[in-house]
């Protein structure tokens, strides 16, 4: 079983191809692994394993599928037929869904067998993952530290070897946190480069829309490329390595950065340059993406998500806050109505609305620019996976730390970029720490052929072995 985890998808559809492993195989093999971690670490909600024992012995989609036979895992947060989407509220998603959102269904129609459906936050309205009807998902390299989120359920999962790749969406950093502390490979597609249909919740907002990407949560650099090429809808161009430069810009005085992913980022700049020429110029509009990123999230009040939410009113959201930090019984986590209170408290007017499409129409062009023929090498995070609740803190404080904290993640996501991240090192505890390649959309083959030199030549997927013992 252990040669199993420890392939990646790309590998076991190759050997599932050559007959050396069979889909039932593969499929009991997840299907023992997720028995085994999921009572620590929480990260898989619904399973479907007699549908994926039926599914193995006779693989759905194409015959020459390129996921044929693989097990793989879904965040909760899309549709997958027979299977039902709460977004983590009890009371809602009662029936379970009549259909497969788009990226599901592509995966099947490669012949992906799903295994499992992940945790995320409430209505994946947070970077870490915890809600009243699933409760929280720990680290399964140390169970007293964050998954992340909003895709926390898949990247501890994935670290865990409880599927051989898994599908997220970022909005907010929802794919590159877990990846990052829970050191896996994740892919963030660019904007509209991926349908989302059957993907929840579902915004009204375009600025919010450009911010959403869906993609891996792999074991390989490969796979993420796999699954990008199987669910996007744009060809993955070839970019000629001689036409591209690289950046790792030095990090900046006034955004925290802890001195082991410091030390990473140089050591990747050396390593770099052997081959290339490297430069450390830094990204425009870096530390105005991450207040930007936030009055795109507040638009509206984010009315959508609390109605979503079933929650009627901001007097309402107030008192279900008010008892959750009591203690008391809710549906709604706290960290849930305290993110809404937050997004009606900074909700930007219309005048606010009409400069900041100003803003973005003209910064828009020049990040482009920058990046045009270019891939800038960033961290995710200041720190590797910090105890629950820290992030969250950091985020979600009334004192705003976010606008030192979120520059990195939300540059990515408030120009609807195409984002990579690879494990690189480990930090003195033993925690993983990432670092992710950024590019302009169209731009995609590069990240994939870089990322694959950073995961040889640094730490890349190393499963988590720390459930492997007999209890």
């Known amino acids: 079983m252990t040669e199993i985890l420890d392939m990646d998808a790309s590998g076991l559809a190759e050997s599932i191809r050559l007959g050396h492993i069979s889909p039932r195989e593969a499929t009991e093999a997840y299907m023992a692994r997720i028995r085994r971690v999921n009572p620590n670490i929480n990260a898989v909600v619904e399973t479907r394993f007699e549908e994926a024992l039926r599914e193995a012995d006779s693989p759905p989609g194409q015959k020459n599928g390129r996921l044929r036979g693989v097990p793989v895992s879904i965040k909760e947060s899309f549709d997958v037929k027979g299977m039902l989407t709460t977004g983590g509220i009890p009371g809602l998603g009662r029936t379970p869904a009549p259909a497969d959102s788009e990226p599901v269904r592509r995966l099947r129609e490669e012949g992906a067998i799903v295994l499992c459906k992940t945790n995320t936050p409430a209505l994946c309205f947070c970077q870490e993952t915890d809600n009243v009807l699933y409760g929280r998902t720990n680290n399964p390299w140390d ?21 051989a790749v ?39 907002w375009p600025l919010q829309r450009i911010m959403l990407g869906h993609g891996a949560m792999a074991k390989s650099v490969r796979d993420a490329r796999l699954i990008h090429e199987i669910i996007t809808d744009r060809h993955i161009a070839t970019v000629p390595d001689d036409s591209v430069r690289v950046s790792v810009p030095e990090p900046l005085p006034d955004l925290p950065m802890g001195q082991e992913t410091a030390d990473l980022l140089q050591a990747i700049r050396r390593s ?21 990123w936030q009055l795109i999230m507040s638009l509206g009040g984010a009315e959508h998500i609390r109605k979503t939410a079933g929650l009627r009113g901001i007097l309402h959201t107030t008192t279900e806050w008010l008892k959750g930090k009591a203690g008391l019984h809710t549906p709604w986590h706290p960290w849930l109505t305290w993110g809404l209170l937050g997004a009606w408290m900074f909700r930007p007017n219309d005048q606010q609305v009409a400069e900041l499409e100003r803003w973005l129409a003209r910064s828009r062009k020049e990040v ?12 995710v995070w200041h720190t590797a996976a910090p105890e629950h609740g820290t992030v ?4 979600f404080s009334i004192r705003k730390t976010f606008l030192k904290y979120m520059p990195y993640v939300a540059w990515v996501n408030t ?47 190393v499963r988590c072995r720390l459930e492997d013992q007999p209890a």
Do not use: C, M, W
């Open 143 to 163: 169970l007293t530290r964050t998954a992340g989120g909003s895709s926390g359920g898949e990247g501890a999962l994935i670290a865990a070897g409880g599927a």
């Open 166 to 204: 898994g599908l997220g969406s970022d909005i907010g950093g929802s794919i590159r946190f877990p990846a990052h502390f829970n050191g896996v490979i994740g892919f963030k597609s660019a904007a509209d480069s991926v349908p989302d249909s059957g993907s929840h919740p579902v915004s009204p």
């Open 272 to 292: 770099l340059q052997r081959n290339r020429t490297v430069d450390a110029e830094g990204a425009p509009h870096l530390k105005e993406s991450a207040l930007t």
């Open 368 to 379: 482009e620019a920058y990046l045009r023929g270019r891939v800038v090498i960033l961290p």
């Open 392 to 395: 969250y803190g950091e985020i």
């Open 415 to 461: 120009f609807g970029l195409p984002s990579l991240t690879v494990p690189v090192g480990e930090d003195r505890d033993g925690l993983p720490i990432g670092v992710q390649l950024v590019t302009a959309p169209g731009q995609e083959d590069v990240l994939f052929r870089l990322g694959e030199e950073l995961e040889r030549d640094f730490r890349g997927y």
